[in-house]
T-cell receptor, first 115, second 112 residues
């Protein structure tokens, strides 16, 4: 079956530090890959996505590249801000077209940025 | 999230009580999913509707869980005879292909 393994937290960084949150997956075929973010007191929001190998998703300074050879989709940001403090979830759907396929999520990584 | 409303936001139920959780997507949201998110975990799939048809209910943990979407819009997730292990946030996720999908803010269920 499909599964997502992501870096366990919590992760605490100082403002302007470099961020990497690791995510690897197991799936047949060519899944679509996602990062969702959950800010304190808010619902899950799509942060970025990639639908095929070597695609790079990016948003709000965050990036992740779909690496089929290593089955990974690591999240990176060059300089984090206090406002990036949140829980980050890596997820996949098995289809190339994000339509009627259910999401499989990792367990989430709590990120805290200290001023 | 914008466009998907869930109610109530919080629900406290006594063990053994039945509960009903509501999801109200915007018009045109063909696909609707329910997820269960336990504390400190990622969301887990419960069930999926395409319009009024329940196409996948493989994630429902027991026959105490029941979901419906009779007119292809509002959906209700019902849990009968609640137990403590049902305590979680229940998330609705709705949208349509090529348009986008949105999570609701969820209903936090606490069974005491």
């Amino acid at each position: 079956g499909n599964s997502v393994t992501q870096m366990e937290g919590p992760v605490t960084l100082s403002e302007e530090a470099f961020l990497t949150i690791n995510c690897t997956y197991t799936a047949t075929g060519y899944p679509s890959l996602f990062w969702y973010v959950q800010y304190p007191g808010e619902g899950l929001q799509l942060l970025l996505k990639a639908t095929k190998a070597d695609d790079k998703g990016s948003n709000k300074g965050f990036e992740a590249t779909y690496r089929k050879e290593t089955t990974s989709f690591h999240l990176e940001k060059g300089s984090v801000q206090v406002s990036d403090s949140a829980v980050y979830f890596c997820a996949l759907t098995p289809a190339a077209n994000f339509g009627n396929e259910k999401l499989t999520f990792g367990t989430g990584t709590r990120l805290t940025i200290i001023p | 999230g914008a466009g998907v409303s869930q109610s109530p936001r919080y629900k406290v139920a006594k063990r053994g009580q039945d509960v009903a959780l509501r999801c109200d997507p915007i018009s045109g949201h063909v696909s609707l999913f329910w997820y269960q998110q336990a504390l400190g975990q990622g969301p887990e799939f419960l069930t999926y509707f395409q319009n009024e048809a329940q196409l996948d209910k493989s994630g429902l943990p027991s026959d105490r869980f029941f979901a419906e979407r009779p007119e292809g819009s509002v959906s209700t997730l019902k849990i009968q005879r609640t137990q403590q292990e049902d305590s979680a946030v229940y998330l609705c996720f709705a949208g349509k292909p090529n348009y986008g999908y949105t999570f609701g803010s969820g209903t936090r269920l606490t069974v005491v």
